[in-house]
Nanobody, 110 residues
Framework: VQLQASGGGLVQAGGSLRLSCASS????????VAWYRQAPGKLRELVAR???????NYADSVKGRFTITRDNAKRTVYLQMNNLKPEDTAVYYC?????WGQGTLVTVSS
């Protein structure tokens, strides 16, 4: 399974970015998908998860600002990030089942 993440970049605090992760997985719709992030010197943490069935869940730090969605027909998962803060700066990784994307860097300047 290949995952191709895109959409990272440099943005000012208060701005928005939309990350995308395209998957080659067959039966994509059957997988839980998620976004994680890892800031310098910190452990990788869950940002948001959307299961194959059921409700999404978010890290407390991003609730109300980030939205995870999936398009099963396109085998793609998205992360809409609004009102970005400098502490959101990290490499963001998509996760589909047990597979990981290569990461996309998000840098938020103050």
């Amino acid at each position: 399974v290949q995952l191709q993440a895109s959409g990272g970049g440099l943005v000012q605090a208060g701005g928005s970015l939309r990350l995308s992760c395209a998957s080659s997985a067959n039966f994509f719709r059957n997988y839980d998908v998620a976004w994680y992030r890892q800031a310098p010197g910190k452990l990788r943490e869950l940002v948001a998860r959307i299961p194959s069935v059921g409700s999404t869940n978010y890290a407390d730090s991003v609730k109300g600002r980030f939205t995870i969605t999936r398009d099963n027909a396109k085998r793609t998962v998205y992360l809409q990030m609004n009102n970005l803060k400098p502490e959101d700066t990290a490499v963001y990784y998509c996760n589909v089942g047990v597979n990981w994307g290569q990461g996309t860097l998000v840098t938020v300047s103050s």
